[in-house]
């Protein structure tokens, strides 16, 4: 069974940082993959955050987090990274890890697996 697993959420203060992990399946893995995080507050749609290809470490971030969140992996864990700092509070959502063999892409459909998300709360 495909599992993606997020961890790292919480509660924290604007302006403080936090790391957020995503164990993935060695099944669904290729030098294809892209690993991507999104993420969705109450009543919005899912948004892109960012995404990082298997092979190559290429990065791709939304416009929203370019400069302070930082997506990277580790292939002898199977595991992906989001370091978020200078947090927000329009950063609070349920951030989802998603994998997907489409490349560095924006877009919901581009991605064949999601996790079940981790709340990220940044109170003012």
């Known amino acids: 069974q495909v599992q993606l697993v997020e961890s790292g959420g919480g509660l924290v203060q604007a302006g403080d940082s936090l790391k957020l992990s995503c164990a993935t399946s060695?099944?669904?893995?290729?030098?294809?993959?892209?690993m991507g995080w999104f993420r969705q507050a109450p009543g919005k749609e899912r948004e892109f955050v960012g995404a990082?290809?298997?092979?190559?470490?290429?990065?791709l971030y939304g416009s929203s987090v370019k400069g302070r969140f930082t997506i990277s992996r580790d292939n002898g864990k199977n595991t992906v990274y989001l370091q978020m700092n200078s947090l927000k509070p329009e950063d609070t959502a349920l951030y989802y890890c998603?994998?997907?063999?489409?490349?560095?892409?924006?877009?919901?459909?581009?991605?064949?697996?999601w996790g079940q998300g981790t709340q990220v709360t940044v109170s003012t």
């Open positions: 998603a994998a997907g063999v489409q490349g560095l892409r924006v877009g919901v459909q581009a991605y064949d697996y």
């Open positions: 060695a099944r669904i893995l290729s030098p294809l993959s892209t």
């Open positions: 990082i290809t298997w092979s190559g470490g290429y990065t």
